[in-house]
T-cell receptor, first 114, second 116 residues
Framework: AQSVTQLGSHVSVSEGALVLLRCNYS??????LFWYVQYPNQGLQLLLK??????LVKGINGFEAEFKKSETSFHLTKPSAHMSDAAEYFC????????????FGKGTHLIIQP | DAGVIQSPRHEVTEMGQEVTLRCKPISGHNSLFWYRQTMMRGLELLIY????????DSGMPEDRFSAKMPNASFSTLKIQPSEPRDSAVYFCASSRLAGGTLGEQFFGPGTRLTVL
């Protein structure tokens, strides 16, 4: 069975500081990995996805994530936080590239301090 | 392009009543997913369809829950009878089975259900 663990239910950073949101996965097959963002009272929006083409994946809004098989990790980073980045972030895993359902982590609430 | 459309956006009902949630996927998408989001359990997959056929309904919590997809542009999730523990935000998502956005799921805005 596949699963995702997101370390830290809340992460607080200052505006302009590095954002690091952690995600570790468990999968019996080479995984497909996703990061989604959810703004208050909205649906989820895809930030980026890993589909084995490249280990460093660039997404929207300046975010990127690196797939590390040896660490079973897919951490999300952004060099400089902006106030508009404040939201809930979800890591998700799929065995079939998302064609099947996604298994989500519990989410990390990102707080940006002015 | 219109995104995934869900209705109603908010539903308040009393325990024991029937609730029907509706979803219109993005045109051209041939996979549809229903998820539930609660504080306690996070985001959970309830059921998904490929080409209007239910593929995996193992996430449907009880027989009180049922989902249908009569055609490529419409799906319903029904709860009968509803219970307070069904209170949650229900999301519908759609995706393509082939093409450049293969596997990328596009989410609707959700339906916030409150069962009193």
């Amino acid at each position: 069975a596949q699963s995702v663990t997101q370390l830290g239910s809340h992460v607080s950073v200052s505006e302009g500081a590095l954002v690091l949101l952690r995600c570790n996965y468990s999968s019996s097959v080479p995984p497909y990995l996703f990061w989604y963002v959810q703004y208050p009272n909205q649906g989820l929006q895809l930030l980026l996805k890993y589909t084995s083409a490249a280990t460093l994946v660039k997404g929207i809004n300046g975010f990127e994530a690196e797939f590390k098989k040896s660490e079973t990790s897919f951490h999300l980073t952004k060099p400089s936080a902006h106030m508009s980045d404040a939201a809930e972030y979800f890591c998700a895993v799929s065995d079939r590239g998302g064609a099947d359902g996604l298994t989500f982590g519990k989410g990390t609430h990102l707080i940006i301090q002015p | 392009d219109a995104g995934v459309i869900q209705s109603p956006r908010h539903e308040v009902t009393e325990m024991g009543q029937e609730v029907t949630l509706r979803c219109k996927p993005i045109s051209g998408h041939n996979s549809l997913f229903w998820y539930r989001q609660t504080m306690m359990r996070g985001l959970e997959l309830l059921i998904y369809f490929n080409n209007n056929v239910p593929i995996d309904d193992s996430g449907m919590p009880e027989d009180r829950f049922s989902a249908k997809m009569p055609n490529a542009s419409f799906s319903t999730l029904k709860i009968q009878p509803s219970e307070p523990r069904d209170s949650a935000v229900y999301f519908c998502a759609s995706s393509r089975l082939a093409g450049g956005t293969l596997g990328e799921q596009f989410f609707g805005p959700g339906t916030r259900l409150t069962v009193l």
